[in-house]
């Protein structure tokens, strides 16, 4: 993982956390609306919201302290920063080094960048709660002639629950558009980035090829075609091994992750 993609997870973290401090008190009228409307949230719901904290703190956590271990090991940076003293004098000063970004970034940034994490799955998986519950509403509101005054009030009820859905929903993406933003620009920076270096790299064959090679020996020839073929294959970076980062594997997610949502959505109707 070179600095750069060091740097731009670190910017993700400070970026966001840094628009939820000026967001915050938006937030925080948002959250007590939510909690004094009276909605109901089921317990599978809230112990899913729960494993999702918990899991993304771990996955988190771990990945840091992954690459800060494997720094130390190497004796380098876990990222480039400033410091009053030279981190490299010795393992000690390395280890200071780590330990001051561990408390100046990882505690006041990582964990709250969780916790926003946290903080945005919660608050969807509400909605989703609330307008599953005003469908299946919706679904069991049979009208008769007696019940005409009750079934005007229920209709009622959920007009004024799905107006207030809207309005949080609304509220919502105020308070989170920057920091969408920023998580959209994380990613697409990384798959330029990755596009550039497999385009870059495709084009040591081509530069191989216009050389003027007709002239060389024949071991140089040998050689320069067994560097042709091994820069047929390009640099790439991929997802745990099983795909290229790239944008084509991008739409291709969305694409299945539309499809799989589909076919449950048909299930489920």
Avoid at 139 to 158: A, H, M, P, Q
Avoid at 242 to 269: E, G, K, P
């Amino acid at each position: 993982m070179t600095n750069l993609d060091k740097c731009l997870a670190a910017y993700n973290f400070v970026f966001k956390i840094l628009f939820f401090i000026i967001k915050r008190r938006h937030l925080k009228i948002l959250i007590d609306e939510i909690r004094n409307s009276g909605d109901k949230v089921s317990d599978d719901r809230k112990k899913l919201m729960g494993i999702y904290i918990i899991l993304a703190t771990l996955v988190s956590t771990t990945l840091v302290g992954a690459f800060s271990f494997l720094s130390q090991l190497k004796g380098e940076m876990t990222i480039e920063a400033w410091m009053p003293f030279d981190p490299f004098k010795n393992r000690m000063s390395l280890l200071l080094a780590a330990q001051i970004l561990a408390v100046g970034f990882a505690v006041p940034c990582l964990y709250r960048a969780c916790a926003l994490h946290g903080v945005v799955c919660c608050i969807i998986m509400y909605f989703c709660d609330q307008l599953i519950e005003l469908q299946g509403r919706l679904k069991n509101l049979g009208y008769s002639e007696d019940r005409d005054r009750d079934v005007r009030e229920e209709f009622k009820e959920i007009l004024k629950k799905h107006v207030r859905i809207m309005r949080y929903s609304k509220s919502f993406t105020n308070i989170f558009k920057e920091f969408f933003l920023i998580q959209n620009l994380a990613v697409t920076i990384e798959l330029c980035l990755n596009a550039i270096m497999v385009t870059v790299s495709t084009g040591i064959a081509q530069a191989a090829y216009e050389s003027g090679w007709t002239s060389w020996p024949i071991d140089l020839q040998k050689d320069l075609l067994i560097l042709i073929l091994a820069a047929q294959k390009p640099l790439i970076l991929s997802a745990g091994g099983m795909t290229i980062m790239c944008i084509q594997t991008y739409s291709q997610a969305l694409y299945n992750a539309y499809s799989i949502f589909a076919v449950l959505n048909d299930v489920v109707d």
